[in-house]
């Protein structure tokens, strides 16, 4: 008698972009990390309370990873009024149920291809360094580590940029 051998389905996450349906999948993947981590902060609330007005409207996008049609990973490209830099990566956040998929991977990915799309020449970030995971996904990306710039954060202890 034969054994019947299943196929493995593998399921790869899907990137899209950011519909207002998206909106509290997130809010609620960035609270869970930031509250998991420290508290929030006004410009925490500006971006995540209001993304049209805060991100969208002023030039930026957001994308969204999607796991079996689930919101499990999001990350925002937020345009920079800035003379050093045209688009800061922000918001970025994936649910610990998804992690080890690879979908920060993906985000970034499609973030810096979307922000090249988009002219861009070089992006920022802010980080804390407790956030090893978060800090050595970075690097992979390409981003280094820069000092004396200014930050609305409380919790940031390192920037980093990428130059496109």
């Known amino acids: 008698m034969e054994k019947q051998v299943k196929a493995l389905e593998v399921v790869n996450p899907v990137i899209v972009h950011y519909e207002e349906k998206y909106h509290a999948a997130f809010k609620a993947l960035n609270v869970e990390w930031i509250s998991a981590y420290f508290k929030m902060e006004p410009t925490d609330f500006k971006s995540l309370d ?41 918001k970025m956040a994936v649910s610990p149920k998804a992690q080890g998929k690879k979908i920060g991977w993906l985000l970034g990915q499609h973030i810096i291809e979307s922000a090249k799309l988009l002219g861009a020449k070089n992006l920022y970030l802010e980080s804390n360094t407790i956030l090893s995971p978060a800090i050595n996904l970075y690097r992979k990306l390409g981003f280094k580590e820069i000092t004396g710039r200014s930050t609305p954060y409380e919790r940031c202890n390192i920037q980093m940029e990428l130059i496109l």
């Open 50 to 90: 209001n993304p049209n007005d805060y991100i969208l409207s002023k030039g930026g996008l957001i994308l969204v990873a999607l796991y079996i049609g689930e919101p499990v990973g999001v990350c925002a490209l937020i345009k920079m009024n800035d003379p050093d830099y045209d688009y800061e990566l922000a």
